[in-house]
């Protein structure tokens, strides 16, 4: 499974801005589909995540600003941003976890950029 983000760059402070990761290869059995951010200098964090139950689970200081959705059909993820803040800024990863035939499988997409301005 390969993962590829777009979107992020360079946002105004209170701006919006929208990623976009989309998956290929062998793509069965997708348990969650997730956003995780690391800000430099700090650890990796899960952001929000969407079962393929649809069950959602946001970050406390994004709840509210941020929308993760999926489309099933063209095995795609995005998340809305809306209302960014300087703390926003951080590289952004598209995660994808896998879990078929009693194992699971781990997938990280490169990393796309995200700058919020002051």
């Known amino acids: 499974v390969q993962l590829v983000e777009s979107g992020g760059g360079l946002v105004q402070a209170g701006g919006s801005a929208r990623l976009s990761c989309a998956a290929s290869g062998t793509v069965s059995g997708i348990y969650q589909m997730a956003w995780y951010r690391q800000a430099p200098g700090k650890q990796r964090e899960l952001v929000a995540s969407?079962?393929?139950?649809?069950?959602?689970n946001y970050l406390d200081s994004v709840e509210g600003r941020f929308t993760i959705s999926r489309d099933n059909a063209k095995n795609t993820l995005s998340l809305q941003m809306n209302s960014l803040k300087d703390e926003d800024t951080a590289v952004y990863y598209c995660?994808?976890?896998?879990?078929?035939?009693?194992?699971?499988?781990?997938?990280w997409g490169q990393g796309t950029q995200v700058t919020v301005s002051p």
């Open positions: 969407i079962t393929n139950g649809d069950q959602l």
């Open positions: 995660y994808v976890l896998i879990m078929q035939f009693g194992r699971r499988w781990d997938y």
